[in-house]
């Protein structure tokens, strides 16, 4: 029974990472824009907030340095796809190679570095609860503020003036510049913030996740992002339910590990991978399900006065 | 202040300044990036663009880096006309060099090169073709994105070769290092001279060059495919089924890729090793994009990028550089391409600021 708490509080953990950057891109891609620079953002954001803690030794000032460093490399990537129309899919990937070469030659000092001591983090009071303590409430507060902002990103999406515009820019982003809101800073703000969040996410593996830098440690966490907001339907709370679903199943391989399954382990590593191919599938199977909820701009251009 | 003002139609010129223009961007940054290093940039240029190519030793490097990179960029452009993303040529390229050991160690001392070689070489052609197989069925049948599909595949395909130079192919005799034994003469890819490593997967690249150029612009089946990447609609209309150039289009870049893998495992490396996915399967994607997604130009781009990864290794061994430097040029120059590019279809004009008139 132990074990299984410990197995929910783990994949609540590993489910954070993914929730946290899906909600970013959920962002970008509901003002049309898709950025498949994930990966890379993912990763230079990791190293930058694992320098950072190391010279600094402040957890919350390395969180901000991974936010800063994938806001940077948004804004390039926005100023490259909306400010000169270049091909979304080709800048993000664009992106995604220079990240990943970038982060391991500028993390080449810090793989032996070691972080200060880690917090250990407990609700007060609740913590101490048998078996629905270590299960739930003995977690790093990211873990918390991503459900609150799940809920705060539902409110502003559905209920906001605001989100509706964003929503608009997405949808027909002719309409919107006719209605005289400005399409291109909207984007340009939906995809540094995108860049941001997803900058969290690679600084929180980094510091809080694994804690420790290796070359290429995001191992695709960024692309399963990606896909999180299409199985997700572009809906923030199913993107949360999605990234507890696949944290879950990147944490059983481990349970199955410990627990001595006769199995080696690279096909125990390839499930989160094989899960998010399968479920990929099973979604897009009926494309009535992805158009319907698909932001009808999703990765075209816009030229205004065109 | 300067105005992007749209040309009627692309302008050719920029088709072939972008990636040269792109290129000196990439070389600028370069040198600033060794300044702030505080490396000598002379030294830092040198050791890219001229050691690889000073020596005939050196040429040959050159070129033995260069073949799988324009093998594997030959199939992908086919895949980026017709408007299908694989971006998972990496996993392809395992794939094909797992499948072609699978075969190569069958062979023993009695085994012809003439049968073991072909065998090898279509082993990989096979396995790649498989990989990408499995993307084009899930994007055919089940509209899957093939982007994320083909990617999530590089990484299963990097844990299969894992298991398996772990596993069950691990060399006996080899010291419990996670490799097969070395391969048996017979599957060698003959090498073409003395003291170079270059084999005749270099003819199989030309060849393929030829090949591409040919089915794209001189066949109507090559017409086709790439209207369905241009005018989805316009294809569907004339009746060219979007299934079949989506098949055509990951097969052929997938068994490319397996080739180029198979042409690696048999050739300069000679067994299967956790080190063969070096990365060559992203960069052909940047090798198919500044080659301009022509077969001609990407013998160029080939080139090129085969100059960065040899530079990455020099600047390491010379200079105490990281020699992930190569990866970060590979995207400099394709940031900087898409940039240049915008050239091609915008023409810079300098609009004086507009008066008010009360």
Aim: glycine share 12%; charged share 10%; with cysteine.
């Amino acid at each position: 029974m132990e074990s299984y708490a410990l197995l929910i509080a783990a994949t609540l953990s590993a489910g954070t990472v993914l929730a946290i950057a899906a909600l970013g891109l959920l962002i970008n891609e509901k003002a049309g824009i898709v950025n498949l620079g994930a990966e890379g953002m993912m990763l230079c954001a990791a190293i930058a907030g694992f320098a950072t803690v190391v010279h600094t030794g402040s957890d919350l000032l390395g969180l901000a340095a991974g936010m800063g460093a994938g806001a940077l490399l948004a804004l390039i990537f926005g100023a490259l796809v909306i400010g000169l129309n270049t091909n979304q899919y080709a800048t993000g990937l664009a992106l995604s190679l220079f990240g990943v070469g970038f982060s391991a030659f500028v993390g080449t000092g810090y793989v032996q570095a070691k972080l200060p001591e880690r917090m250990r983090f407990e609700v007060p009071g609740l913590a101490d609860l048998p078996w629905v303590g270590p299960a739930l409430f003995k977690q790093h507060p990211m873990v918390y503020l991503a459900v609150l902002f799940t809920i705060a990103l539902i409110w502003f999406l559905e209920r906001s003036r605001a989100g509706l515009v964003l929503r608009s820019v997405g949808e027909s982003p002719q309409s919107a510049h006719a209605l005289g809101y400005p399409v291109r800073s909207i984007r340009l703000g939906a995809v540094v913030t995108g860049g941001a969040l997803c900058g969290l996410a690679g600084a929180y593996i980094s510091i809080v996740y694994t804690p420790l830098w290796v070359e290429g440690m995001i191992a695709g966490k960024g692309w399963i992002a990606l896909a999180l907001t299409t199985f997700a339907t572009w809906r923030p709370a199913r993107v949360l339910l999605g990234a507890y679903l696949f944290g879950g199943v990147t944490m059983l391989q481990f349970h199955f590990q410990a627990s001595g399954v006769e199995v080696p382990s690279q096909f125990l590593s390839m499930l989160p991978y094989l899960a998010t191919i399968v479920v990929l599938a099973l979604i897009s199977r009926n494309p009535q399900w992805i158009r319907v909820n698909m932001p009808a701009s999703l990765g075209k251009p816009f030229y205004p006065g065109a | 202040m300067l105005k992007l003002e749209a040309r009627p139609q692309p302008s050719g010129f920029w088709r072939i300044a972008s990636p040269l223009l792109a290129l000196v961007l990439t070389v600028v940054i370069g040198v600033v990036l060794f300044l702030a290093l505080g490396k000598d940039p002379v030294q830092g240029l040198k050791v890219f663009f001229w050691e690889p190519i000073r020596s005939a030793y050196a040429l040959g490097e050159l070129v033995v880096k260069a073949t799988p990179l324009l093998i594997i960029a030959l199939g992908l452009a086919l895949c980026f006309r017709s408007n299908v993303w694989n971006i998972g040529a990496e996993g392809q390229y395992v794939m094909g060099a797992v499948f072609a050991t699978g075969v190569a160690l069958m062979a023993d001392k009695a085994s012809s090169p003439w049968v073991m070689v072909p065998l090898v070489l279509l082993a990989g052609v096979l396995g790649g073709m498989v990989w990408a197989g499995l993307t084009a069925f899930l994007r055919d049948r089940f509209h899957a994105n093939e982007i994320l599909v083909s990617l999530m595949l590089v990484y299963v395909a990097i844990m299969v070769l894992g298991y398996l130079v772990y596993g069950p192919w691990k060399d006996p005799l080899g010291y419990n290092f996670p490799q097969t034994k070395t391969f048996e003469a017979a599957t060698q890819i003959p090498r073409l001279f003395k003291g170079s490593r270059i084999n005749m997967g270099v003819f199989l690249a030309l060849l393929g060059v030829l090949l591409l150029w040919v089915f794209l612009f001189r066949t109507r089946a090559g017409w086709a495919q790439q209207i369905g990447g241009l005018a989805p609609h316009a294809a569907r209309y004339a009746g060219f089924s979007s299934s079949r150039a989506i098949w055509l289009a990951l097969l052929v870049s997938g068994g490319a890729a397996g080739l180029a893998g198979a042409l690696e495992v048999a050739g300069p490396i000679g067994q299967l090793t956790p080190y063969i996915p070096v990365g060559y399967g992203f960069a052909a994607i940047i090798v198919a994009f500044v080659g301009r997604l022509h077969p001609a130009g990407m013998v160029f781009s080939a080139v090129l990028m085969s100059m960065f990864y040899i530079g990455g290794e020099l600047a390491q061994s010379r200079l105490g550089l990281p020699k992930s430097l190569t990866g970060v040029f590979q995207g400099l120059l394709l940031f900087s391409l898409l940039a240049c590019d915008v050239l091609m279809n915008y023409r810079l004009r300098w609009v004086p600021k507009r008066v008010e008139v009360a």
